[in-house]
């Protein structure tokens, strides 16, 4: 995905908050090239090696709750463009319409099979759909809901020069998000104006210091973070 010219940026990115990261990237068009393009070699390879396991998921999901095999929902990616995230289901059906949009420890709305999918974060692999569609990247800030989107800090709008990503430094430093919004009140509120602030410092500074010897540490890190 090429780096679109300053004039061509969506009207609500082009401020002087989002050109500073923007000129950062310029620099790195040629490792933004490679990035990717390894991006969809990986994911097609991912798909092939993980078929198996993931038609085993899919059967498991079925057997477990009624509804669909994915959850899709609305996204947003580079530029502010909404696509629809495959993930697999792990939650009751339409559970989008009964609570937050955000999950809480404890989320009763959580399946039997999907709180194990989830610990292991196995319901992220159907998103190497997306990569492959050219919708997110294995390394960049976190596909949130529109509605999360339409409350950006004019900084915050500098996540959308690239495409969104499975995996992140903030998405690492976060991974008990869940366990932080147990108890609150309002949980989407909470995420809003507390948790996601503090995860774009994270995002941020990941664009500011883009490098793909960084997005590899960010990836095996994962790893590491869910073996743990």
Same mark, same amino acid.
């Given at each position: 995905m090429p780096i679109r010219s300053w004039s061509d940026m969506p009207k609500g990115m082009r401020n002087d908050e989002v050109l500073y990261y923007y000129r950062k990237l310029l620099r790195k068009k040629g490792e933004l090239k490679i990035k990717f393009a390894a991006d969809k070699i990986l994911a097609a390879v991912l798909l092939l090696v993980f078929a198996i396991p993931m038609c085993i998921v899919a059967v498991m999901?079925?057997?477990?709750?009624?509804?669909?095999?994915?959850?899709r929902q609305k996204r947003i990616t580079a530029y502010g463009r909404i696509f629809r995230i495959h993930?697999?289901?792990?939650?009751?059906?339409?559970?989008?319409?009964?609570?937050?949009?955000? #999950?809480?420890?404890?989320?009763?709305?959580?399946?039997?099979?999907?709180?194990?999918?989830?610990?292991?974060?196995?319901?992220?692999?159907?998103?190497?759909?997306?990569?492959?569609?050219?919708?997110?990247?294995?390394?960049? #800030?976190?596909?949130e809901i529109p509605e999360y989107v339409r409350k950006y800090s004019k900084p915050m709008r500098a996540t959308l020069l690239l495409p969104a990503g499975?995996?992140?430094r903030a998405s690492i430093e976060y991974k008990d998000e869940a366990d932080i919004l147990d108890g609150v009140d309002d949980p989407d509120k909470v995420y809003i104006e507390k948790i996601l602030p503090e995860k774009m410092k994270y995002n941020l500074e990941s664009i500011e210091r883009f490098s793909l010897?960084?997005?590899?540490?960010?990836?095996?890190?994962?790893v590491a973070a869910v073996l743990h």
């Open positions: 999901i079925k057997l477990d709750s009624p509804g669909p095999v994915f959850f993930k697999f289901r792990t939650m009751v059906s339409d559970a989008d319409k009964k609570g937050s949009s955000v #999950t809480v420890k404890g989320d009763s709305r959580i399946t039997k099979v999907g709180r194990f999918i989830r610990k292991y974060r196995i319901d992220e692999l159907p998103q190497l759909i997306d990569v492959l569609e050219g919708n997110m990247s294995f390394v960049g #800030t976190r596909p499975i995996t992140s010897i960084g997005d590899m540490k960010v990836m095996l890190d994962t």
